[in-house]
């Protein structure tokens, strides 16, 4: 009787313990999600965690001794992360997430390695090709790493918030890293502002290497060429993520006016408050940021993307066509990070899951090239007519993706919520 007993208590043991890991189980997911938005938002903030980001073409000068040298390889940093944009992409969707990731963040410590010791033109010329292969790794991949992991625990609705807080992380490693990369620079030298930068982007590795793959993929294409023309057929057979596509490309292309506005601020403000104009538009934006997920799950991301645009379109122009003192107040707009928010949230719900990075680079590539285009016939506009007409020019693009967004507002309440197979 008493071994019937005791193999009665530990069969129950047993059940109890297959009980227990099934339960463990299932909130392994839940937990594991909340760990990788952590470990996303610490990833923003030391990546962008550039103390040189001020005082770049200053160092870029002193190195190579001229400005021109200094400009080209900005120029050279921007069309090598263009260049690179689909091919990382491919490589996200059929490698995974974590793995481009972290060979991201490996290109990053070597980029920032080169900038530290660069003796001339060609070392720096070598690590800003690999900034911007290492941007373009990261472009499009690491949104969706964060959706595919909500996605994955069944929280998906959920990624607004996340990603906003995500997003304000770099905000806050701008603002932080220009104040002190500006004392530095100032005790020291701006070689020691590099040098001492590349210790965030090593963090930055340390970081990647604790994230978890989501497993969300679906079945993947043949080869390479079948698996970029189905993410080109999805976009074009897509009306939402048409739109939004083009919303993204233009939404981009207006931060080239970041490149010109210190030179309209400088006019109305002492040159030694332009480094206050800058933390003041970086905190500014961090709230947008910040209450994008709550002002989404109120109103939808539709709406917080027309309204959003609306009121930075309005605020820039008040800004621009009457200057006052008062103006460059205006260009920090918390509307930003809300439509930033928003406008990742109604593309990530079009994405297909098996080629989500792939579609996300696109969009960046399509929104670099307008970026440059925009950039040049900008300056060239400054040069002929002023930084006021030039900044106006921006703007005027910008609003083309006014009546877009409407388009995606007016059709939202009709639209099913997966509308990634939607064709017209």
């Not at 233009?250 to 332009?274: C, D, I, K």
């Amino acid at each position: 009787m008493s071994a019937r007993h005791s193999a009665l208590l530990r069969v129950r043991i047993l059940i109890a313990a297959l009980f227990r890991r099934r339960s463990q189980r299932s909130r392994s997911a839940p937990n594991s999600a909340d760990q990788t938005v952590r470990l996303l938002s610490w990833f923003n903030f030391f990546g962008d965690f550039r103390m040189y980001g001020p005082i770049m073409v200053i160092y870029f000068a002193q190195v190579t001794g001229s400005y021109t040298a200094a400009a080209s390889l900005l120029a050279v940093k921007m069309l090598s992360s263009a260049a690179f944009e689909v091919p990382t992409g491919v490589l996200s969707d059929r490698l995974g997430r974590r793995g481009t990731m972290i060979a991201g963040a490996v290109v990053m410590v070597a980029a920032h390695l080169g900038y530290a010791g660069a003796p001339g033109y060609g070392v720096l010329l070598a690590a800003v090709v690999l900034e911007g292969l290492a941007t373009s790794l990261w472009s499009g991949n690491n949104e969706s790493l964060l959706y595919d992991t909500l996605l994955e625990a069944g929280r998906e609705q959920e990624f607004p918030r996340h990603s906003g807080r995500v997003n304000s992380m770099f905000q806050i490693a701008l603002a932080l890293a220009a104040t002190i990369g500006g004392v530095v620079a100032g005790a020291w030298s701006p070689r020691a502002v590099v040098a001492l930068s590349v210790v965030p982007q090593v963090l930055c590795l340390l970081v990647a290497l604790r994230v978890r793959e989501p497993r969300v993929h679906g079945p993947l294409e043949a080869n390479v060429l079948v698996h970029l023309g189905s993410a080109l057929r999805g976009i074009r057979r897509n009306p939402v993520l048409r739109r939004m596509t083009l919303v993204s490309a233009l939404r981009y292309s207006s931060e080239s006016a970041a490149q010109l506005s210190p030179v309209f601020v400088a006019g109305l403000w002492p040159l030694w408050a332009l480094g206050l104009w800058r933390t003041f538009c970086h905190g500014v934006a961090f709230l947008g940021f910040r209450v994008s997920g709550r002002v989404i799950g109120r109103v939808g991301a539709a709406r917080t993307l027309l309204f959003g645009e609306l009121f930075d379109n309005v605020a820039n122009l008040v800004a621009l066509v009457k200057p006052t003192v008062f103006s460059p107040v205006l260009l920090g707009s918390p509307a930003y990070g809300m439509s930033t928010i928003a406008q990742q949230t109604l593309l990530q719900r079009e994405f297909t899951d098996r080629e989500r990075a792939t579609m996300g680079s696109l969009a960046s590539l399509l929104g670099s090239v307008l970026y440059a285009l925009v950039a040049l016939g900008a300056g060239l506009v400054a040069d002929r007519w002023g930084i006021v007409p030039a900044l106006l020019a921006i703007q005027a693009v910008v609003l083309i993706a006014l009546p877009l967004a409407w388009w995606v507002h007016a059709h939202a309440s009709s639209l099913p919520a997966d509308t990634g197979t939607m064709t017209e």
